[in-house]
Nanobody, 115 residues
């Protein structure tokens, strides 16, 4: 059974930083893509950062230059480094993994950016 567990969320002041982690466990034959999504109150879930083929990355325009997705294969963990956080970054952040067309999701971690 594949499990994704996010951690690292919390309350941070505007301009601050957080690093989210997503620990992956279970039998995964192949990882086609991993990404971070977020869902703010009253809004649809949106893709924040995507890593395909273990190397290629892409970001939603609103976080480019501020967020970085990375992966540590030895720890089966994917990270999202978030810098220069803004109040509009407040959301529940979800980790996603795609393997042979199947989506796997974590339960999410809340990030609140507020003074």
């Amino acid at each position: 059974q594949v499990q994704l567990v996010e951690s690292g969320g919390g309350l941070v002041q505007p301009g601050g930083s957080l690093r989210l982690s997503c620990a992956v466990s279970g039998n995964i034959p192949s990882i086609n893509a991993m990404g971070w999504y977020r869902q703010a109150p009253g809004k649809r879930r949106e893709l924040v950062a995507l890593m395909t083929g273990g190397v290629i990355t892409d970001y939603v325009d609103s976080v480019k230059g501020r967020f970085t997705i990375s992966r540590d294969n030895s720890k089966n963990t994917v990270y999202l480094q978030m810098n220069s956080l803004k109040p509009e970054d407040t959301a529940v952040y979800y980790c996603n993994l795609v393997s042979f067309g199947v989506d796997y999701w974590g339960k999410g971690t809340l990030v609140t950016v507020s003074s």
